[in-house]
């Protein structure tokens, strides 16, 4: 059982990227799933959420308008598309698995996958 995540890279700013965080062992769209991002000497940030089945997305202000949420259930993966890259985006992404959406806002997750590091740079 774990999660796996990926396509972090290099970007220019402006770019774009999407991360995939792909499940094995069991059901994705049984779970709430976040994205969480933690970058050099700042505080750990949730950068969106996904409900369970797909009830509901959820968006930090700082990546509003720029991060799409979604789920392909026949792949069992969450991705995050993201649009826009600022260098503040900077960051190692993690995703995180709840069957409790209000656990993953706590940074509580039953499932965390291992990073993918995206870096937007000129």
């Known amino acids: 059982v774990q999660l796996q995540a990926s396509g972090g890279g290099l970007v220019q700013p402006g770019g774009s990227l999407r991360l995939s965080c792909a499940a094995s062992?069991?059901?994705?769209?049984?779970?709430?799933i976040g994205w969480v991002r933690q970058a050099p000497e700042k505080e750990r940030e949730g950068v969106s959420y996904?409900?369970?089945?797909?009830?509901?997305?959820y968006y930090a202000d700082s990546v509003k308008g720029r991060f799409t949420v979604s789920r392909d259930n026949a792949k069992n993966t969450v991705y995050l598309q993201m649009n826009s890259l600022k260098p503040e985006d900077t960051a190692v992404y993690y995703c995180a698995a709840d069957r409790l959406l209000s656990r993953l806002w706590r940074f509580h997750g039953d499932y965390w996958g291992q990073g993918t590091l995206v870096t937007v740079s000129s």
């Open positions: 996904i409900a369970n089945s797909s009830s509901g997305t």
């Open positions: 062992g069991f059901t994705l769209d049984d779970y709430a």
